[in-house]
């Protein structure tokens, strides 16, 4: 990889829970355009970390630069604003509305529009309802082309990974500087999985910075050429695919533990 300018510099992340301290003192750094994967195992720290960059969870310590400012001060609107997008670990979606409704609700995220402007410019709020629902479509068409022919689907009759998919198109409406993707293959089948990463190579493919986490060893060698691996909350390696599967620190801390799998073809 080429080296890109930091687009997000975290240092010294840090969360505890009571007596768990989930995350202890965490670096990274993200380039603009790049993909950086988030690998370890359950409990390690990976949704912590993202439930701060969002802030959703207040950090113990640390800073997270993006823009000038420190995302772990921010509230979760003013992070959202400065465009950061995410993914769930479980997808939450409304399951009873359409596949457009569900994705518009990112492109009001970004698109607000108060009661009084609704009283005092209503043709301002119908051209934005407009354009809502054309960045809705262009973000479908781009994820989920044929989720876009069908925008009027139910949420809840559409298979797993199309869910995933609108998750995805909600998120990169208004193409976010930074899009934080949670476990997307989490209960995917392999063929699942396969598509989900062209899915996201596809979003990196248009220059989107993208910090991904996930399990499947296989599917974040696929997308992500840098890893960084986390452990009881710390940063125990980092380096391309090659270079963490035998870094000996990882394999201590996936050693005998169950459901974790460093060989590329353990992917369940
Ligand atoms: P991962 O995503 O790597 O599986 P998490 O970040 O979800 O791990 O959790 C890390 C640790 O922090 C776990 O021990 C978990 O139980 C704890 N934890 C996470 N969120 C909370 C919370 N809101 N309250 C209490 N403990 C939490
Ligand atoms: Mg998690």
């Known amino acids: 990889m080429t080296a890109s300018a930091t687009l997000l510099e975290i240092r010294g992340a840090a969360k505890s829970f009571g007596g768990v301290q989930a995350l202890d003192g965490v670096d990274l750094h993200l380039g603009t355009g790049e993909v950086l994967g988030v690998i370890g195992p359950n409990g390690s720290g990976k949704t912590t ?3 701060l960059l969002t802030g959703v969870v207040r950090a113990s310590g640390g800073t997270a630069r993006l823009a000038g400012a420190n995302l772990l001060d921010l509230k979760p609107w003013e992070i959202s604003a400065l465009g950061v997008a995410r993914t769930f670990q479980n997808i ?55 989720l876009a022919a069908a925008p009027d689907r139910i949420v809840g009759e559409l298979p797993y990974a199309d869910r995933r998919r609108i998750e995805l ?13 949670d476990e997307p293959a989490a209960g995917m089948n392999p063929h699942e999985t396969a598509e989900i990463a062209d899915d996201i190579l596809r979003i990196a493919a248009r220059g989107m910075s993208i910090l991904v986490i996930e399990h499947k060893m296989k599917f974040i060698a696929t997308v992500a050429p840098r890893i960084a691996v986390l452990n009881f909350g710390r940063k125990i390696a980092e380096g391309s695919y090659e270079q963490i599967r035998t870094d000996p620190h990882v394999l201590a801390s996936y050693l005998g533990r169950k459901g974790d799998h460093l060989a590329a073809s353990g992917d369940r």
């Not at 596949?99 to 402007?117: C, D, E, I």
């Not at 198109?169 to 993707?181: F, Q």
């Open 49 to 51: 970390l993202f439930n």
């Open 92 to 146: 939450r979606l409304a399951l009873g509305q359409s596949v457009l409704q569900n994705v518009l609700v990112g492109a009001y995220r970004q698109n607000r529009t108060s009661w009084w402007q609704v009283l005092l410019a209503p043709h301002t709020v119908a051209v934005r309802e407009t354009q809502a629902v054309e960045k809705a479509m262009e973000a479908l068409r781009f994820v989920a082309p044929a």
């Open 169 to 181: 198109a909600r998120a990169v409406v208004g193409n976010p500087r930074i899009l934080l993707i």
